[in-house]
Nanobody, 124 residues
Framework: QVQLVESGGGLAQAGGSLRLSCAAS????????MGWFRQAPGKEREFVAA????????GYADSVKGRFTISRDNAKNTVYLQMNSLKPEDTAVYYC?????????????????WGQGTQVTVSS
C-alpha cells in the first residue's frame, strides 16, 4: 500500500523558516514527479511547488517563488519543502503528492497519491 507521510509542520513567526518532509513508502517514486500543495480554511487546495523525477526541474507558485525550495532524495524516497521568509498568508495544511508522470506539474488532477497533510501556522 502506498503511503506518504508529511512531517515538519508547526508554528512559526512571520519571517521565520520551517522545513517540511514527505516520506514515501509502498513503492519506488524515483521515476515520478512529486509536489506540494496547501489548503487554507475555506479555500481550495492550491499548488505550491513540484519537482521532476531527478530533481533537475522545479516549479513554484508565484506566491512562494524565491522563498520556498523543493528538493528530493530518491535514495530515501523523500521530498522536502524548505520554507523561508514565512508570511501569515502561508498558514495552511500542506500536502505532498506523487504525480503519475515524471514531469512536474501544477495540475492537481495529475497527482495520484496524497499524504494526510501537516499544519503550518505563521503568526504575525
Amino acid at each position: 500500500q502506498v503511503q506518504l507521510v508529511e512531517s515538519g509542520g508547526g508554528l512559526a513567526q512571520a519571517g521565520g523558516s520551517l522545513r517540511l518532509s514527505c516520506a514515501a513508502s509502498g513503492r519506488t517514486f524515483r521515476n515520478y514527479a512529486m509536489g506540494w500543495f496547501r489548503q487554507a480554511p475555506g479555500k481550495e487546495r492550491e499548488f505550491v511547488a513540484a519537482i521532476n523525477w531527478s530533481g533537475g526541474y522545479t516549479g513554484y507558485a508565484d506566491s512562494v517563488k524565491g522563498r520556498f525550495t523543493i528538493s528530493r532524495d530518491n535514495a530515501k524516497n523523500t521530498v522536502y519543502l524548505q520554507m523561508n521568509s514565512l508570511k501569515p498568508e502561508d498558514t495552511a495544511v500542506y500536502y505532498c503528492a506523487v504525480s503519475g508522470v515524471p514531469i512536474p506539474t501544477r495540475n492537481i488532477m495529475a497527482y495520484d497519491y496524497w499524504g494526510q497533510g501537516t499544519q503550518v501556522t505563521v503568526s504575525s
